[in-house]
């Protein structure tokens, strides 16, 4: 008679057990179509912040130093066959192409195409843009841009091509003239300025530019 008393109560108690079972099993499921809702909600976040054609722009103006965005201009050029975006730096004085930057959308990493090893590292700069120069080094780049302004023609843009001393040799100096250009800079011509004699010779470009007969 105990016994069969205790079926009913043990009956009821496994049912009970299945019941809590049954719940928690329920609980497991519901917090594991969250955890899926959330993965896809942040996949989804990801793709919708991948670069724009302006975001890409950006990010190459902000490693650009504001030396070289003053005497260049990017520009966008669609995308390559990896779906990253192409933007191109070319010179204002030349139109000149300065470096082919590919940026990726969803990395935004970037590579060049001309200078890859150094791509968007600043040339080192030169004496007379890291130093201030003395009184006869003054002279002596006046007497370069006037000759530079006379024989160069065109191609020499006031506040645009640099002039820049590059060395001393035996009391002249010597001058590098050149715009931005390709991988970075553009060589117009080498002046040696002689104080004493107060001349100025060009290595290339030795007499001054006429302008062709159309």
């Avoid at 809590?20 to 896809?40: K, M, V, W």
């Avoid at 192409?86 to 004085?93: T, Y």
């Amino acid at each position: 008679m105990k016994i069969l008393f205790l079926i009913p109560l043990l009956i009821y108690l496994i049912g009970y057990k299945d019941a809590q079972l049954s719940l928690i099993l329920q609980n497991f499921i519901s917090h594991s179509s969250i955890n899926e809702t959330d993965s896809l909600r942040s996949s989804s976040s990801t793709l919708i912040t991948s670069l724009s054609e302006d975001d890409a722009l950006e990010l190459i103006e902000s490693k650009l130093s504001e030396e070289s965005l003053r005497v260049s201009y990017l520009s966008l050029d669609g995308k390559d066959e990896e779906g990253n975006y192409i933007i191109r730096q070319a010179s204002v004085a030349t139109t000149r192409v300065m470096e082919w930057y590919h940026v990726n959308p969803n990395t935004k990493e970037i590579t060049c195409e001309i200078i890859d090893e150094v791509c968007l590292v600043e040339p080192e700069e030169d004496i007379s843009m890291s130093v201030d120069l003395s009184p006869e080094q003054e002279n002596a780049l006046q007497l370069a841009k006037e000759l530079a302004r006379t024989n160069i023609g065109p191609l020499y843009v006031e506040g645009i091509t640099y002039i820049v001393l590059t060395q001393e040799e035996n009391g002249k100096y010597i001058f590098r003239v050149y715009n931005p250009g390709t991988g970075g800079i553009d060589t117009l011509d080498w002046i040696t300025v002689d104080l004493e004699s107060n001349s100025a010779t060009a290595m290339f470009n030795k007499e001054p530019y006429i302008e062709a007969n159309e």
